[in-house]
């Protein structure tokens, strides 16, 4: 084989090689456009949470400001049934008592307890809530004061 035949096939092999370079190249830049495309469809979606994580931070704050909201009235509700035990307790339950001392005696006249035991029984539970009522006031004024 002469020098000029072996540097033919040595070209022809360098043609071939860079014709596979060529292609090669031509498929590496197709997929590095199609990286670069998936990687900016990536930053869009990263961008899309980061908005999406900001709304359900904002919606979470909202909530924990509602829920203390509701936590301070439910403590308001629970003084204000506080109140009212107490009030049954120290005013009803002592009213009951009241009138239920004033018909221990059931071999009365009617007639008579009607007159006498009706105003007496009312006079005592007008005094009764009197009393509760000047000792709401007191507690009033001390919570003032």
Same mark, same amino acid.
């Given at each position: 084989?002469?020098?000029?035949? +072996?540097?033919? =096939?040595?070209?022809?092999?360098? =043609?071939?090689?860079?014709?596979?370079?060529?292609?090669?190249?031509?498929?590496? /830049?197709?997929?590095?456009?199609?990286?670069?495309?998936?990687?900016?469809?990536? +930053?869009?979606?990263?961008?899309?949470? /980061?908005? @999406?994580?900001?709304?359900? /931070?904002?919606? =979470?704050? $909202?909530? +924990?400001?509602?829920?203390?909201?509701?936590?301070? @009235?439910?403590?308001? %509700?629970?003084?204000?049934?506080? $109140?009212?035990?107490?009030?049954? *307790?120290?005013?009803?339950?002592?009213?009951?008592?009241?009138?239920?001392?004033? #018909?221990?005696?059931?071999?009365?006249?009617? #007639?008579?307890?009607?007159? @006498?035991? #009706?105003? *007496?029984?009312?006079?005592?539970?007008?005094?009764?809530?009197?009393?509760?009522?000047? /000792?709401?006031?007191?507690?009033? %004024?001390? +919570?003032?004061?």
């Amino acid at each position: 084989m002469t020098d000029n035949e +072996k540097l033919d =096939v040595i070209l022809e092999k360098l =043609v071939s090689l860079d014709q596979k370079v060529d292609s090669v190249k031509t498929e590496l /830049k197709q997929e590095i456009s199609e990286v670069k495309q998936d990687v900016s469809g990536l +930053k869009q979606d990263v961008s899309e949470l /980061k908005q @999406e994580m900001s709304e359900v /931070k904002q919606d =979470v704050s $909202g909530l +924990k400001q509602d829920v203390s909201e509701l936590k301070q @009235e439910m403590s308001e %509700v629970k003084q204000d049934v506080t $109140g009212l035990k107490l009030h049954i *307790e120290n005013v009803t339950d002592k009213n009951i008592q009241i009138i239920a001392e004033g #018909h221990l005696d059931l071999n009365r006249n009617l #007639h008579e307890a009607l007159k @006498e035991g #009706h105003q *007496e029984e009312l006079l005592v539970i007008r005094v009764s809530m009197l009393e509760d009522e000047v /000792k709401a006031l007191k507690r009033k %004024v001390d +919570k003032i004061a």
